[in-house]
């Protein structure tokens, strides 16, 4: 079974340009995140979706960054302008839908990520 | 904000030896898991604890958890230089809808 794909896998942009990213999440994982990943850090929560449904997108600098996941499956990633702190690793992970009852796991399956230098 | 902090920052060690990593966090949770990254890589789930659990194994791995201390341990025994990696624990809100990442911890296994 194939894993979650991320492209590009690296990406150099100079500030105030445009970037995208895209996402193939694992078939039947209805969930999808996004995460930033800074140099020596853990990864911090972008965006979740729930099939096309943004269901936590608190910590998304709306000013410059968009989502979107149409037909509830691939999701796509824009930052514009980009700025020199956009420099980081952007990753994504799907889960199986979190169960309402009962037992929950909420294991993600992380993509290889896309590595952003601005410069 | 992150809200696991593992300690130590990073740990090196001989081949062999084991390694034990630590996480605190500072709210309620359902679960609790850890994962490993390789330099370059995405992250990899390495094992669940759930908050009624107190420790689970599988294969050369052992987690604790303390809810009253609000921590967790990670033990690798007998090292391999290919557990050279960053080591993150992830903490699961107790509603289930949030997964919150450490900084982690970078482990070093000479051989």
């Known amino acids: 079974e194939a894993g979650v794909v991320q492209s590009p896998r690296y990406k150099i942009i100079e500030k105030k340009q445009p970037v995208a990213f895209w996402c193939n999440p694992i078939s039947g994982h209805n969930t999808l995140y996004w995460y930033r990943q800074n140099l020596g850090q853990g990864p911090e929560l972008l965006i979740r979706?729930?099939?096309?449904?943004?269901?936590?997108d608190s910590q998304l600098p709306k000013d410059r960054f968009s989502a979107e996941r149409l037909k509830g499956v691939d999701s796509t990633l824009k930052i514009q302008p980009a700025e020199l702190g956009d420099s980081a690793v952007y990753l994504c992970?799907?889960?199986?839908?979190?169960?309402?009852?009962?037992?929950?796991?909420?294991?993600?399956?992380f993509g290889e990520g896309s590595r952003l230098t601005v410069l | 904000s992150q809200q696991g902090e593992e300690d130590p920052q990073a740990l090196s060690i001989q081949e062999g030896e084991n390694a034990t990593m630590n996480c605190s966090y500072k709210?309620?949770?359902?679960?609790l898991q850890w994962y490993r990254q390789n330099s370059g890589r995405g992250l990899v789930h390495l094992i669940l604890i759930r908050s009624n659990e107190r420790e689970k194994h599988s294969g050369r791995l052992r987690v604790t958890l303390d809810t009253s201390k609000k921590s967790s341990s990670l033990l690798i025994t007998a090292s391999r230089a290919a557990d050279t990696a960053s080591y993150f624990c992830?903490?699961?809100?107790?509603?289930?809808?949030?997964?919150?990442f450490g900084a982690g911890t970078i482990l070093r296994v000479k051989s």
């Open positions: 992830a903490t699961r809100n107790e509603y289930g809808n949030k997964l919150v």
């Open positions: 979706y729930e099939n096309e449904e943004a269901v936590d």
């Open positions: 992970a799907s889960s199986p839908s979190l169960p309402r009852t009962g037992p929950n796991t909420g294991e993600l399956f």
């Open positions: 709210t309620s949770i359902n679960n």
